[in-house]
C-alpha cells in the first residue's frame, strides 16, 4: 500500500488547507500535519509554506507533486485491473470540464456509463480550460473536456469543431444585415471569461481587431449572457 503521507500530501494541495484534507481523508488535523512532516524529514527538504491564506507548495514540492500523484494513480490502476481479473468492474473515473460542457454534454454522458458500470464511481471537477490541463497532466483527473491550445504532453482526441459565435443585444444589427465585421466591433464592449480569455477567444478577437481597452471581464457564461441581454 502506498503511504498515507503521500495521499495527505496530495489532499492538501488540493483542498488548499490542512483542515479541508483532513476531513476530505476523515482524520484529523492533526494527523495531516504529522503525516506531511514525517514525509517532508523522509525527503530532506521543505514540500509546503503555510501561511494564513493557505499552503502553497515550495520549488522542491512543485518537483515532487507530479511524481506522488503518479504513484497514487498507479495504484488505483492496479487496483482496478486486480478487480477487474476477479471478475468485478469497480474503481473511480475522474473527469474534468468547463461550465457548458458540463451542462450540455456531461448529464447525457454520465447517465449511460452508470447504466453499463454501476459499481464505478464517477467524479466530476467543474473548472476553467487551462486548469483542466494543468489537472489532467498532473495526473489529478483521468480525462478531461477542454478547448485548444493544448501545449502540455497528453494524449489529444478531437471531440468537436465548433464555430465561435458573437451574442449581442436584441436590437444588434449587422452593417451587412448577417454577420459581425471588423466595423462592427470598433465602438462595441465585449464581455468575457477572465481565466481562459487567452485561448481561441483572444486569437477571433485579435482577428476583429477589437482592443484591449474595450473587454470587460465576467465569472461565468450565464451572468455573461445576462449582462448582455440587458
Known sequence: MVSFSYRAFV???NE??????????DVTPSAIS????????QMGFSLLIRNRSGVNLTANGKLVLPIIQEILNNENR???EADNIKGLTAGTVKLGAFSSACISWLPGIVHKFRERYQNIKIEVT??????ITT???QGNIDLGFTCQPINENLVKVLLVQDQIYCLTPKGFVPQNGHSITIEDTQNEHFILQKSDYDGDTKKVLDAYQ?????IQFSIDDQSIIAMVEA
Open 210 to 214: 477589437v482592443q484591449t481597452n474595450s
Open 11 to 13: 489532499t492538501v494541495i
Open 16 to 25: 488548499g488547507s490542512f483542515h479541508h484534507a483532513a476531513q476530505a481523508l
Open 135 to 137: 489537472q489532467a497532466h
Open 78 to 80: 492496479l487496483t482496478q
Open 34 to 41: 504529522h503525516s506531511i512532516d514525517k514525509l517532508e524529514k
Open 126 to 131: 467543474q473548472s476553467s480550460f487551462n486548469n
